[in-house]
């Protein structure tokens, strides 16, 4: 789902400013990805955890990059409101993630 926001963000670009917070929001969600893949990967339950942890606050990292986007009008607010659907569900997983980690 991120990649189709993705490019409708980078639709439009204009300015270094505008390429600039694309950059933000794409490193944002890689990092949602890769705390999440590394923590799969690790020996311990409670490494595993931890990388979840740094996950969910990628999300929320994401979201106030979206929400920063949105406010000087990179993203439609039709968009806006699909990466807060994305957000809570990917927020929401972790957690119950983290909840049956800590067991």
Same mark, same amino acid.
């Given at each position: 789902?991120?990649? %189709?926001?993705?490019?409708?963000? @980078?639709?439009? &670009?204009?300015?270094?400013?505008?390429? @600039?917070?694309? %950059?933000?929001?794409? /490193? @944002?969600?890689? *990092? /949602?990805?890769?705390? @999440? +893949?590394?923590?799969? +990967?690790?020996?311990?339950?409670?490494?595993?955890?931890?990388?979840?942890?740094? +996950?969910?606050?990628?999300?929320?990292?994401?979201?106030?990059?979206? &929400? /920063? +986007?949105? %406010? %000087?009008?990179?993203? *439609? *607010?039709?968009?806006?409101?699909? $990466?807060?659907?994305? *957000?809570?569900?990917?927020?929401? =997983?972790? =957690?119950? $993630?983290?909840?049956?980690?800590?067991?």
């Amino acid at each position: 789902m991120f990649g %189709r926001k993705g490019l409708t963000l @980078s639709v439009g &670009i204009q300015n270094d400013r505008q390429i @600039s917070k694309r %950059r933000e929001i794409w /490193i @944002s969600y890689l *990092s /949602i990805t890769s705390n @999440s +893949a590394e923590g799969f +990967a690790r020996q311990h339950t409670k490494e595993h955890q931890q990388f979840c942890c740094i +996950a969910l606050g990628s999300c929320v990292e994401l979201e106030t990059q979206w &929400i /920063i +986007a949105q %406010r %000087r009008n990179y993203v *439609s *607010s039709e968009d806006f409101s699909g $990466l807060e659907d994305y *957000s809570d569900h990917e927020s929401r =997983m972790l =957690m119950n $993630l983290i909840k049956s980690l800590r067991g």
